[in-house]
Nanobody, 126 residues
Framework: QVQLAESGGGLVQAGGSLRLSCAASGRTASSASVGWFRQAPGKEREFVAA????????YYASSLKGRFTISRDNAKNTVYLQMNSLKPEDTAVYSCAADLVGVNAIATMPATLGYWGQGTQVTVSA
């Protein structure tokens, strides 16, 4: 079992930065890979980035690599998403998800992931 709780969302001007946090708890939290996804109004859910807990492997959506950075603090069981140079089109609900799979599976098979957080709203104003 893994419980996930996101935080750090908010309103930011274009060009600004935000850091989202995904705090994981539960018996298997330390073994799970974690990914960030986002969903804007009227659009499908989109993969953002993923990180493995033990190996430190990362995987990014190609369109976001360079502006977004995923990292994890194993001591705190927390995964972070640093978002820089934000654009209005980055406005979405950002959610983290976890499962006992590799980062490639996090990215390519989100419908199979067993654990999801509630999401946090990110709004980027022009």
């Amino acid at each position: 079992q893994v419980q996930l709780a996101e935080s750090g969302g908010g309103l930011v001007q274009a060009g600004g930065s935000l850091r989202l946090s995904c705090a994981a708890s539960g018996r298997t939290a330390s073994s799970a890979s974690v990914g960030w996804f986002r969903q804007a109004p009227g659009k499908e859910r989109e993969f953002v980035a993923a990180v493995s807990w033990r190996g430190g492997s990362t995987y990014y959506a190609s369109s976001l690599k360079g502006r977004f950075t995923i990292s994890r603090d194993n001591a705190k069981n927390t995964v972070y998403l640093q978002m820089n140079s934000l654009k209005p089109e980055d406005t979405a609900v950002y959610s983290c998800a976890a499962d006992l799979v590799g980062v490639n599976a996090i990215a390519t098979m989100p419908a199979t992931l067993g654990y999801w957080g509630q999401g946090t709203q990110v709004t980027v104003s022009a």
